[in-house]
């Protein structure tokens, strides 16, 4: 595609639900990138895979987040047993090359509410 | 742990003024820094830095890199009521990208 995807855009959910959420990164570009923004905040750095490796999974704020990559492109963040302190945008971004050596395009977010 | 401060929290400026913005880092194994700007949602990408001491520069904004005293500075010049935006600053190391908080720039007509 053309930029980055994500879906859901908004997402309500009721604590204690699992949700998942998806990001379709850039065509070609191997690395994949998961953060997390609550209002009023800055970023926050999750975790990132290069092809469908995550090399550092300790960004995850609990064992209740997990992501995973499958094929070199779509990722999954799953959300266990959501917390109302989870509600937060959460954005993805790709690319071409390996962290911290080329620009990020990021997707538009998902909006996750938990009531 | 990975630390990344910006200064000032926010910023108000009339249309014509110059801006620097400071960002300040602490990180293990620095590979890159990079700016952002936020206007809504998603964050755009400005610039990225790798060396000491060589100025980046797109348009009216510029950005330049201090690896011995650990840090960066956003230049604006002849600010625009389009610049307005938190403008984020984050540095990879290892691998994690941490960013800071960000400074919010209003540019008043």
């Known amino acids: 595609g053309a930029g980055v995807s994500q879906s859901p855009s908004n997402k309500v959910t009721e604590k204690g639900k699992d949700v998942e959420l998806r990001c379709d990164p850039i065509s070609g570009h191997t690395a994949l990138y998961w953060y997390r923004q609550s209002l009023g905040q800055g970023l926050e750095f999750l975790i990132y895979f290069q092809g469908n490796s995550a090399p550092d999974k300790s960004g995850l704020p609990s064992d209740r987040f997990s992501a995973e990559r499958t094929g070199g492109s779509v990722s999954t963040l799953t959300i266990q047993r959501t917390q109302q302190e989870d509600s937060a945008v959460y954005l993805c971004?790709?690319?071409?090359?390996?962290?911290?050596?080329?620009?990020?395009?990021f997707g538009p977010g998902t909006r996750l509410t938990v009531l | 742990e990975d630390k990344v401060v910006q200064s000032p929290l926010s910023l108000v400026v009339h249309e014509g003024d110059t801006v620097t913005l400071n960002c300040s880092y602490e990180?293990?194994?620095?590979?890159?820094l990079l700016w952002y700007k936020q206007e809504k949602k998603a964050p755009t990408f400005l610039f990225m830095l790798t060396s000491s001491g060589i100025e980046k520069k797109s348009g009216r904004l510029s950005s330049i890199l201090d690896k011995k005293e650990l840090f960066s500075i956003l230049n604006i010049t002849a600010t625009q009521t389009g610049d307005s935006a938190v403008y984020l600053c984050a540095v990879t190391g290892n691998e994690k990208l941490t960013f800071g908080t960000g400074t919010r720039l209003t540019i008043i007509p």
């Open positions: 990180v293990t194994n620095f590979r890159s």
């Open positions: 971004a790709s690319s071409l090359v390996a962290l911290g050596y080329g620009e990020q395009f």
